[in-house]
T-cell receptor, first 112, second 118 residues
Framework: GNSVTQMEGPVTLSEEAFLTINCTYT??????LFWYVQYPGEGLQLLLKATKADDKGSNKGFEATYRKETTSFHLEKGSVQVSDSAVYFC???????????FGKGTTLSVSS | DTGVSQDPRHKITKRGQNVTFRCDPISEHNRLYWYRQTLGQGPEFLTY????????KSRLLSDRFSAERPKGSFSTLEIQRTEQGDSAMYLC????????????????FGPGTRLTVL
């Protein structure tokens, strides 16, 4: 079946450190891939997406590249800020109009 | 766009009571989804509407759960005879029609309704 696996958290970093959160997926066909972020007490916000192999999604300094050969969509940011502290979810969708399938989430804590 | 809204934001109820949640999608979004999120987990799909038609239901949606979208706009999710295991965050999301630019597979989430069953 379709599934998403994320690295276990929490990830604790100092401000301005480099961030990588690993995400791998299992899916039939050619899914679209997403990163959502959930700040404390809030709902999910779309961070970035990629719809086909080798696409790079980017937003707010975060980037992720759709790697079909390694079935991965790792999230990276060159210099994290305290305000980036949140839970990050990797997700896939097989096709529009179907359910998003989420990983378990990775908690990021950034200290100044 | 005001975003997806959900009401109430928090609900505390006693086991055995019925509860109903409301979701208002983004204007012109014809597709609407319900998910459930428990502590430390990612959201899990419950059900999906396209306009007023309920097109898909998860196995998670037991007989005690019912969802409606009577006019293809807002949606309600009702849980009958609540159990402590129903305690979770219930999330609603919507998507624009395929024909619109940017339409397709992106889902936009509301703030969620946190249910606590005592």
């Amino acid at each position: 079946g379709n599934s998403v696996t994320q690295m276990e958290g929490p990830v604790t970093l100092s401000e301005e450190a480099f961030l990588t959160i690993n995400c791998t997926y299992t899916a039939t066909g050619y899914p679209s891939l997403f990163w959502y972020v959930q700040y404390p007490g809030e709902g999910l916000q779309l961070l970035l997406k990629a719809t086909k192999a080798d696409d790079k999604g980017s937003n707010k300094g975060f980037e992720a590249t759709y790697r079909k050969e390694t079935t991965s969509f790792h999230l990276e940011k060159g210099s994290v800020q305290v305000s980036d502290s949140a839970v990050y979810f990797c997700a896939l969708i097989r096709q529009a109009g179907t359910a998003l399938i989420f990983g378990k989430g990775t908690t990021l804590s950034v200290s100044s | 766009d005001t975003g997806v809204s959900q009401d109430p934001r928090h609900k505390i109820t006693k086991r055995g009571q019925n509860v109903t949640f409301r979701c208002d999608p983004i204007s012109e979004h014809n597709r609407l989804y319900w998910y459930r999120q428990t502590l430390g987990q990612g959201p899990e799909f419950l059900t999906y509407f396209q306009n007023e038609a309920q097109l898909e239901k998860s196995r998670l949606l037991s007989d005690r759960f019912s969802a409606e979208r009577p006019k293809g706009s807002f949606s309600t999710l009702e849980i009958q005879r609540t159990e402590q295991g129903d305690s979770a965050m219930y999330l609603c999301a919507s998507s624009p029609p395929f024909r619109l630019a940017g339409g397709g597979d992106t889902q936009y989430f509301g703030p969620g309704t946190r249910l606590t069953v005592l």
